[in-house]
């Protein structure tokens, strides 16, 4: 059985940092690609990271240059490190797996999910 399970959400103040991690069973992280999505109440799931196989990133505009994507593949781990928080990062955090080793910008692309752990960010 193939299983997403995401830790490191909490509060923190703005521009603190905080580290999630996705811990994977069930599933070669060599051989998929990976994102990172959040979600805000009221608004839709948008991705914030990828990491292809080969291990090339993207992010998003939101993001850049304060959120960094990595994973280990021998610990079947994905991770986001997220500093100089903001407010508007406040979200649960998901991170999701895609058996094509391309990565993807849409949820729909994704085949397996986390249930999410939750980031808030205070000013």
């Known amino acids: 059985q193939r299983q997403l399970v995401e830790s490191g959400g909490g509060s923190v103040q703005a521009g603190g940092s905080l580290r999630l991690s996705c811990v994977g069973s069930?599933?070669?992280?060599?051989?998929?690609?990976m994102g990172w999505f959040r979600q805000a109440p009221g608004k839709e799931r948008e991705e914030i990271a990828d990491?292809?196989?080969?291990?090339?990133?993207r992010y998003a505009d939101s993001v850049k240059g304060r959120f960094t994507i990595s994973k280990d593949n021998g610990k079947n781990s994905l991770y986001l490190q997220m500093n100089s928080l903001k407010p508007e990062d406040t979200a649960t955090y998901y991170c999701?797996?895609?058996?094509?080793?391309?990565?993807?910008?849409?949820?729909?692309?994704?085949?397996?999910w986390g249930r999410g752990t939750q980031v808030t960010v205070s000013s």
């Open positions: 069930g599933l070669k992280y060599n051989s998929v690609s």
């Open positions: 999701a797996a895609n058996r094509r080793s391309a990565a993807s910008m849409f949820p729909y692309d994704y085949d397996w």
């Open positions: 990491i292809g196989s080969d291990g090339v990133t």
